[in-house]
């Protein structure tokens, strides 16, 4: 059985944490995801880009209206996640309109920032 371990925590950058603190945290996951890989367990760790790249659909009205951001109401919890691996975007929408959650609440569409693979991160483009 998978799992995906969505983590959250604070939206930050280099520049908001001090080299020092960017580079120990970058430290820390690229540690967590080696023991994982050496385990035999890791399937894939993607770091998402940062949620102002989101891009949601929201049932409005009887239709479907997309949005950019995440714009996900508090009430709302993240249930689950599909990692997909299409051309662009728009096809990445049209996948989405087909979940069978779109009828009850937002999908969130974030693109990938990094990844780790066969024992290195590497961005994902």
Known sequence: MRYTLLLHY???TAEDTGEDGWAEGMRAFDEYAKALDEAGILRSAEV???SVATTTLRPADGALRVQDG???DTKEQLGGTFVI???DLDAAIEWAKRAPSVGWGPIEIRP???RFVDG???PFA
Do not use: G, I, K
């Open 48 to 50: 998402l880009q940062q």
């Open 85 to 87: 691996d299409v051309p």
């Open 10 to 12: 604070p939206e930050m």
């Open 120 to 122: 290195e991160w590497t």
């Open 112 to 114: 990938t920032a990094t």
């Open 70 to 72: 995440p714009y996900a």
